[in-house]
């Protein structure tokens, strides 16, 4: 048969060669089968495509809700005491850097220190922090910190160190060579009682004193008047009236926390309280408490004797004494008078005059008013600043004439911050034996031939008697990071004891403080319950007459008699808040606080009034040479008095870490010591141009109800005076209001107390891993800070008022922000906080477009090192650095380049709040939860709460008619609010 | 069909079909000279420093932009919203006259077509690498994920996302579907037999048959009527970004009309400026006449009015609503520190359109192309003005700042010019810029030779 193929294969293999039919497939197969090739085999069709479909978003969709592995955190394998992963500890201490004095609270994890609060036990700061004090604890990771004994630039092992200076020291009392030990102001009753023994073991040491901002003048006039030298206690909180001549005792004059405390006591006003203090500043500067005065008159300084004088004979006038002839006063005087004799007992006048002469005036003024025994002592004292600036130019010419053959250094830096530096760093280069014991390199220690550098106070044991019978102690947080070894243990080394420290002081105050109280039996917990508190304050009655007795004081008066007629340009140094003297220099957040009234950072510069710049035709950022000896920038200070100029010192370190280094221009030289002002400075304009990092660059409210605010007189009649118009409506949207059952968390700020010392912006830095940025940024406003104070000026430049407001997010529950996101990432938490989920962010910076209060910060670089991009960091001040990075606080998310951030209302420590009493099974307490912020203030302007919670105190506050929100017509519903600022004097409102 | 002899020819030069499909294609076939490789070395130099731009801001951060603070949007959505503006007259000529049966659209339909997909194309640049992490940009697409986050869709830059992206869909859709008969065409012409490959890839199988060409119509219908609610949505919701926030010349209910009336002004001004250049170029004069360009402009001061009454309502209702804010914001554009910006503006956008009531003037090509420049500048102006002077000096004046644009802003910009001269250089070599079938389907209607045999009756 003939045989019929269909193929070649059937033609070639035979009938069975015929394909067997396919396996029959399973389901998943089939659908598969539609990826095949072979077309014609598949069974696949659209159904099945339709069905993979299904099954592949059936399939994503249960993948994608599934939760992510929980990842867990390794735990110490030997747990150490105290240590719990994820919790603080807290040990009390004291901050002490020359006469800056804190009682603080060292907030550790894991073992390391991470922030700095205030000790509310303290009576002497009560809590309050500044904002060097919060800055200090990266001060303890500073890089350029000395990491180990060195002679010249040899490392040298501490026992060969202390060998060579033991012998060196030796020598030098055998030879009865005098050998002087040069420190900053000691007021550590163990470490004096140390160097005491030092000296009674080397007769030939002699113990100087020095600070950088000498209160000779203060010392020395208590000594004439009441032959009992040292600063008087200050009290301003009970002080009717306060007159200030040049003495900025809320920024820099002697000890502003703790002055801000009272000062602000003394002008808060609440239903029960309308009454408050009446602050006069006379001034050159505008400083940060010319600020915050009621009147403030712009004078030179030349002038001030002269109108203290005036101001005394007036006094007397009223007294119905004996006065003296001078020029009849002008009725500023006339009535500063009468109100201080109104306000007798109740009244404080003081002067931050370094004239001895001046302040013998001043307390003859405090004497007549009998404010002796009230708002002022002098049986109690002030302790931070001892030094006495004649024995400084003993030393020098000692130095230069050869008779000192050796000199110890500690905790001061003559060589930058004394006048003549320049003569001190040459005179220092000859003496034979040097010794620097600080804990950073500066200009003085580089000279010096050994360094047996010092602990950081976060390291150290110490005890402190900031004033007469207020103790407190120092514990450190950490075992010191370096090689270094504390001040006082090097002393008692050198002087063959063989004892720690610690012990010493446990033995000292086993001997002295010990028995000054009766409430513990024995010494053991008498110390370690001291030691938990931070601070010993007995209460020890102390009876003292004051008498006034100084014969020399119509020679005085008559002496200022005369007003000075100097027509020329008179230059002021000042200190600046965030700087102080310079030896924080090298503090990257420091830097970058501005300045609370210039708001210019990382810079000094020269103030100048507006009156004097238009007749320069200068403006802000020109350069002018001063005396042809400096070239500096000049700032346009509205308030600053005609024919004057200031600029800050502290500025322009050569030898210290990257940060600090020639930042801005060094002009202590310009002044002598115990000088207050240089006068016919000679000033011409360079046409050079420089550029401030300026935060704020509009100063004016431009009428907008922004701070709102009233007399004391039309708040009395009126409680809620200059707070007249509110949003009408309670709810103006079309969304339901939202509801928050358990908690709403909320803030307020009382403007009245709020001097604008800035301690809440680094407070709020160190909390929250806040960035720097550095010089450059600030200048192209990408600043990062999550709180700022917004100074306005208002009134006229040449005696303007000034009004500080502290601005964070404030937590909108109609939040602008929030619903434009794209992404969601910024969303309101069921407790009324505005959060942001930084990982969700993708940086359309829309919310901080959209945010009338401009308080969304965008990371424009990679500041922290937290952005997967290689070599893109921009970290001018080495906060990326491991041993920097140890500052960070675990809690807080380190933000990548390209995400908002924000202020969260420390969500972390509400967290904390909450589950502590979650643990306890009871609801969280008022007041137990504090924001960074309202922690560090020193005058308690910032109260955080619970705004359900009608009992606390920020509901309190917030009902009272000064309470507004910053912009509420346009209905954001801030969780944040203000009370209105009362200022004690007449205001016309226009 | 009766033409009216007012109506002036719309196709000159006695053209026959062959006539009319020989010149239309030539720059296809031919080499092309010496000014394209000079224009397209100039624009692709351009496009390379614009990504050289792009790709140092996205590796060392928006920091290198002249933002802060304050000023958080800068020369980055100013030429995003001005280049989605520009799209909107290709969309207008070719969906919304095509409805309105405006004959005269044919010979410029195509152009303006390819130039909003080029500028929708630039304008989409912007939002994505403006992000301070333009890598996570995908976030704001709405999709299952294992993060478990959804967007948010109160948010107008999420319309955005939705209004730009439909748009560019539906514009390509639209284009590409009326070029299919053109490239059906080209295939037919293409001696090379690879280009007549690509070309018959790209011409999905047209024949020309009664039942393709039905086909073709309908869907052009439909697009056409998709793509005409876009040209009022697209720039509405772009709007939407500034009207509905709460900063004070921000926050203005005018915005979706104004925008939309800027828009198709800016478009137009764009589309003249490239008409000129290429009938010039391409010796197109027969198909893009002086009776077109006049047909623009008059559409160009219809809009442009339309703006100017827009920019004197937000003066008066500043003013009106007795909004401190508001009224500070709209004193400040005018005499703040930007009052320059505003008054070329206003100058560009406003005053200088007015000339062309002047009939002498709206036929005067070197004129029309000189405003067109103008209103070019004045429409990017316009959008300098309201973002950047408003959120200068907002609320709180503690936060008030001063924006410069850096050189990488400027680089980038100058790179989507780039981009958008670049495609439409290499469109002109590919596709016919003018659209072939439909200038024949209106030749012996509109066609001189059929005005001078009505003129002979």
Not at chain 2, 326 to 340: C, D, I
Not at chain 2, 347 to 373: A, G
């Amino acid at each position: 048969m003939k045989k019929y193929w269909k193929s070649l294969t059937e033609l070639k293999n035979g009938e069975n060669s015929v394909p067997d039919q396919p396996m029959p497939k399973g389901n998943l197969e089939q659908i598969l089968d539609i990826f095949d090739k072979n077309e014609n085999d598949s069974k696949s069709n659209r159904r099945d495509f339709l069905k993979l479909c299904g099954f592949s978003l059936a399939i994503s969709t249960v993948v994608a809700s599934c939760e992510n592995s929980v990842q867990k955190a390794i735990p110490y394998l030997i747990k150490p005491e105290e240590i719990t992963p994820g919790k603080a500890n807290y040990y009390a201490s004291s901050f002490a850097k020359g006469s800056d004095y804190c009682s603080v609270l060292i907030k550790t994890r894991e073992g390391r220190p991470i922030k700095i609060e205030g000790n509310d036990l303290s009576s002497v700061t009560n809590g309050g922090t500044s904002s060097r004090v919060q800055a200090s604890v990266l001060d303890l990771y500073d890089t350029s910190r000395y990491k180990h004994a060195k002679k010249g630039n040899q490392k040298l092992s501490w026992e060969e160190l202390d060998k060579t200076i033991k012998e060196e020291l030796t020598r030098l009392k055998n030879a009865n060579e005098p050998v002087v030990l040069l420190t900053s102001s000691i007021y550590s009753p163990s470490t004096e009682r140390i160097i005491q023994k030092f000296i009674v073991q080397y007769p030939n040491v002699k113990w100087v004193q020095y600070d950088s901002q000498s209160a000779t003048a203060l010392i020395e006039a208590n000594q004439m008047c009441f032959g009992k030298a040292g600063i008087a206690d200050y009290r301003f909180d009970y002080a009717d009236k306060i007159v200030s001549f040049d003495a900025d005792f809320l920024g820099t004059w002697l000890m502003p926390v703790e002055h801000i405390r009272q000062y602000t006591k003394k002008r808060k006003l609440s239903d029960g309280n309308t009454s408050m203090s009446h602050h006069t500043q006379v001034e050159s500067r505008l400083s940060l408490t010319g600020s915050n005065a009621d009147k403030r008159i712009p004078v030179k300084p030349s002038e001030q004797k002269f109108l203290i004088a005036q101001l005394y004979n007036e006094i007397l006038k009223l007294a119905g004494k004996e006065t003296y002839s001078l020029p009849a006063s002008n009725t500023d005087i006339q009535e500063i008078a009468k109100d201080l004799w109104a306000h007798k007992g109740k009244s404080l006048v003081i002067s931050g005059s370094n004239d001895a002469y001046v302040q013998v005036v001043v307390n003859a003024i405090n004497f007549e008013l009998e404010n002796y025994g009230s708002t002022l002592r002098v049986d109690k004292q002030l302790h931070t600043s001892k030094a006495i600036a004649s024995e400084m130019d003993q030393v020098l010419a000692d130095m230069k004439s050869g008779k000192l053959k050796g000199i110890i250094s500690y905790g001061v830096n003559p060589v930058f911050d004394y006048p003549k530096g320049k003569e001190f760093a040459d005179a220092v280069k000859k003496v034979a034996f040097s010794v620097a014991m600080d804990e950073v390199p500066n200009e003085t220690t580089a000279l010096m031939s050994f360094v047996a550098p010092d602990n950081h106070f976060l390291e150290s044991w110490n005890d402190f008697e900031p004033k007469t019978n207020r103790y407190s102690l120092m514990q450190p947080g950490i075992r010191p990071l370096f090689d270094t070894r504390q001040f006082q243990s090097s002393l008692l080394s050198w002087m063959g004891e063989d004892v720690n420290y610690l012990t010493f002081i446990k033995n000292h105050w086993e001997k002295n403080m010990y028995p000054m109280q009766t409430a513990y039996p024995n010494f053991t917990t008498f110390w370690k319950h001291t030691l938990q508190q931070g601070v010993f304050e007995p209460s020890i009655k102390s009876v003292f007459d004051t008498r006034f007795n100084f014969a020399g004081i119509s020679n005085v008066v008559n002496q200022f008699s005369k007003p000075n007629d100097s027509k020329g340009v008179e230059l002021q140094l000042y200190e600046s808040i965030a700087i102080g003297d310079g030896r924080m220099a090298n503090n990257p957040w420091l830097q970058e606080m501005p300045d609370p009234v210039t708001k210019i950072c990382w810079d000094n510069y020269l103030c100048v009034s507006p009156k004097q710049a238009e007749e320069m035709m200068l403006e802000t950022g020109d350069v002018v040479d001063l005396n042809s000896k400096l070239k500096l920038p000049v700032y346009i200070l509205p308030g600053q008095a005609y024919n004057t100029v200031s600029i800050a010192k502290g500025y322009g370190r050569q030898l210290c870490g990257v940060v600090g280094k020639n930042v801005g221009v060094n002009v202590n030289a310009l002044l002598a010591s115990n000088d207050d002002f240089l006068g016919d400075v000679k000033l011409s304009k360079t046409g050079e141009k420089y550029d401030l990092a300026m935060t704020q660059t509009h100063h004016s409210m431009e009428g907008r109800a922004i701070v709102r605010e009233a007399g004391l007189e039309e708040y009395k009649k009126n409680p809620s005076a200059g707070n007249e118009s509110h949003h009408a409506y309670e709810n103006a949207n079309i969304y339901e209001k939202p509801k928050f059952p358990n908690h709403h968390w909320g803030l307020v700020v009382d403007l009245n107390s709020c001097v604008g010392c800035g301690a809440c912006s680094i407070a709020c830095q160190s909390e929250n891993n806040v960035p720097v940025v550095g010089k450059k940024e600030v200048i192209r406003a990408h600043e990062m800070s999550w709180i700022r104070i917004d100074r306005y000026f208002s009134g006229d430049e040449i005696n303007p008022d000034v009004s500080f407001q502290p601005v964070m997010c404030q937590h909108c529950d109609n939040a602008p922000c929030e619903n434009v996101c794209p992404v969601a990432a910024t969303n309101h938490s069921s407790e009324g906080l505005n959060q942001m989920a930084y990982n969700r962010c993708i940086g359309t910076r829309y919310c901080g477009n959209n945010c009338p209060y401009k308080v969304r910060r965008f990371n424009w670089f990679d500041y922290t090192k937290a952005d997967s991009i290689p070599n893109n960091l921009h970290d001018v001040a080495e906060m990326t650095i491991d041993l920097k990075r140890m500052v960070l606080n675990p809690d807080v998310t380190v933000r990548a380049k390209g995400v908002i951030e924000k202020c969260s209302l420390c969500v972390q420590r509400i967290q904390e709040g909450k589950l502590n009493a979650k643990i306890e099974g009871r609801k969280v307490k008022d007041g137990e939860i504090k924001t960074a912020c309202e922690q560090a203030c020193p005058s308690g302007a910032i109260i955080f709460g619970d705004l359900n919670d009608k009992e606390s105190k920020l509901v309190k506050e917030t009902s009272s008619k000064r309470n507004y929100h910053l912009l509420e017509e346009i209905h954001t519903l801030p969780s944040v609010s203000y009370l209105t600022k009362i200022r004690n004097k007449k205001m016309n409102h226009s | 069909m009766y033409v009216s002899p007012i109506r002036e020819p719309l196709v000159t030069g006695k053209k026959t079909y062959k006539k009319i499909t020989d010149e239309i294609s030539a720059p296809i076939e031919g080499k092309p000279g010496k000014a394209w490789y000079a224009g397209i070395t100039l624009t692709v130099s351009a496009l390379l420093l614009g990504l050289a731009m792009m790709g140092y801001t996205i590796w060392e951060g928006i920091g290198t932009w002249g933002l802060n603070k304050t000023i958080g949007w800068g020369w980055g959505i100013t030429n995003f919203v001005w280049w989605v503006g520009i799209g909107h007259a290709g969309t207008f000529i070719s969906a919304i006259l095509l409805l309105f049966r405006q004959k005269w659209r044919t010979s410029i339909n195509r152009s303006a077509e390819a130039m909003t997909l080029f500028a929708v194309l630039c304008a989409g640049l912007f939002p994505l690498i403006h992000m301070g992490r333009p890598l996570l940009g995908f976030f704001v697409f709405p999709y299952p994920n294992t993060r478990e986050l959804w967007v948010n869709f109160n948010s107008p830059l999420l319309w955005d996302v939705f209004a730009i992206s439909t748009y560019f869909t539906v514009s390509l859709l639209f284009w590409y579907v009326g070029l299919i008969p053109d490239i059906g065409t080209i295939r037919d012409r293409m001696k090379s037999k690879f280009k007549k490959w690509i070309y018959g890839l790209l011409s999905f199988g047209w024949t020309g048959s009664a039942k393709h060409w039905q086909r073709h119509e309908s869907i052009s219908l439909i697009l056409a009527g998709l793509a005409a609610p876009l040209v009022l949505s697209v720039h509405s919701i772009v709007s939407t970004d500034f009207a509905t926030s709460v900063i004070p010349g921000w926050h203005t209910t005018i915005f979706p009309p104004y925008f939309v009336a800027g828009a198709i002004f800016s478009g137009f001004a764009m589309v003249l400026t490239l008409l000129i250049i290429t009938r010039k170029v391409l010796h197109l004069e027969n198909y893009i006449t002086i009776g077109h360009i006049e047909s623009m402009n008059k559409i160009i001061i219809a809009t442009g009015s339309i703006v100017g009454i827009a920019y004197i309502t937000e003066l008066f209702i500043a003013w009106y609503s007795g909004v401190e804010y508001e009224q500070y914001a709209f004193l400040n554009r005018a005499t703040g520190p930007y009052w320059w910006a505003y008054w070329i503006m206003m100058t560009c956008n406003v005053i200088s359109p007015q000339l062309l009531w002047f009939k002498k003037l709206r036929r005067n090509l070197v004129f029309t192309f000189i405003l067109s420049i103008f209103i070019n500048i004045g429409m990017w102006f316009e959008r300098f003005v309201i973002i950047v002077t408003s959120l200068h000096r907002d609320y709180l004046p503690s936060s008030w700042s001063m924006y410069e644009p850096t050189m990488v802003e400027v680089g980038i910009f100058i790179g989507t010019l780039g981009l958008f001269f670049t495609c439409f250089l290499l469109f002109i070599r590919v596709f016919p810029v003018i659209a072939i079938a439909e200038v024949k389907s209106v030749l012996k209607s509109s066609g001189d030779q059929k005005k001078d045999k009505s003129e002979k009756h």
